[in-house]
């Protein structure tokens, strides 16, 4: 029986953010830009998606005068993500 | 990378990668392993020296020990300014080997108070007895490695670098054998397991660290 997989993670970059998050507690933006290869505006838009479903948190401040946005994966993003995986193990040939 | 719908084995391909490339950036730079693996053992060789060739330098080799504390401070601002990732277990081991450096300190006040105390009974009671029972340092080396062993083999599990973990449990070992063996052999007993715990590992994370600078991951 196939399960539903979740819109929100089912593409390619939200899905590669949310991919780097599980891993580490938290990371910079500059990062997951420079990890995914993703453009700025583009990783902002699927951000704030995953931000909304609230599947990250991102905090905005400043780090030597500079601003600085740092992004974590929440209890609810980590949720998803595990049902995510268990939801794509169906698809694929035992 | 854009925004476009998946295969599952892309999907599976993007998890892989991706939790693959977090983990890169996990490599220790190496500096401050290779820094007090380098001070502890040479500092414990130039102990054993002393001993061995009844040496009196005017000063105390392990004063090197405590300056190595200045690079440290630079080396660790230094990394946590450059550090764009914070894992999971970062702040638990920097509150490890926090407590780590309290209780070197600590053991080693502790062993200096109790010496004080002990060694001069026990040169009392070797004079009159002419019995040969080494003084309170015999046992004092064999605290300090006690307790080095600590966060190494920590750190080493956590971080699944099996030598590092090796290199603590070495500690333990000689830790035990130098409650067995005369002063003098404790400090190569030391020299030993600075040099595995911290040295050795250090040099090959180091070696890790500038090979995937090389490849542009870190």
């Known amino acids: ?94 | 990378m854009q925004e476009k719908q998946l295969s599952e084995q892309e999907s599976l391909l993007i998890i892989q990668q991706m939790i693959g490339r977090a983990r890169n950036e996990f490599v220790d730079t190496g500096i401050g392993p290779i820094l007090w693996g380098a001070v502890i053992t040479f500092c414990s060789l130039f102990q054993f020296a002393q001993i061995h060739f009844h040496l009196h330098p005017p000063f105390d080799i392990w004063f090197l020990a405590l300056l190595a504390i200045i690079p440290q401070i630079f080396i660790s601002v230094k990394e946590k300014r450059a550090r764009r990732v914070k894992g999971w277990d970062d702040d638990i081991l920097g509150y490890v080997w926090l407590c780590f450096g309290v209780g070197v300190v600590l053991v080693n006040v502790i062993n200096n108070v109790a010496s004080h105390d002990i060694n001069p009974i026990i040169r009392q009671y070797r004079e009159m007895t002419g019995a040969e029972v080494g003084n309170f340092w015999t046992f004092g080396t064999a605290y300090l490695m006690f307790v080095y062993g600590f966060p190494t083999i920590i750190t080493g599990a956590s971080r699944k670098f099996h030598l590092m973990t090796v290199g603590g449990i070495v500690c333990w070992v000689s830790a035990l054998i130098a409650a067995f063996t005369p002063t003098k052999f404790d400090f190569l007993l030391m020299a030993v397991s600075a040099a595995l715990a911290w040295l050795i590992p250090g040099i090959i994370l180091r070696k890790k660290y500038l090979a995937q600078k090389k490849q542009g991951n870190v």
Request: aromatic share 10%.
């Open chain 1, 1 to 94: 029986m196939f399960k539903e997989l979740d819109p929100i993670l089912h593409s390619q970059l939200r899905l590669a953010v949310m991919s780097l998050l599980i891993g580490v507690k938290e990371a910079e933006f500059t990062y997951i830009k420079e990890q995914t290869g993703a453009t700025a505006g583009n990783l902002s838009v699927q951000m704030t998606k995953l931000k909304e479903a609230g599947y990250i948190d991102v905090i905005k401040q400043f780090k030597e005068n500079y601003p600085q946005t740092i992004c974590k994966i929440t209890p609810v993003g980590i949720a998803a993500f595990e049902a995510y995986v268990k939801a794509l193990q169906s698809y694929l040939p035992k």
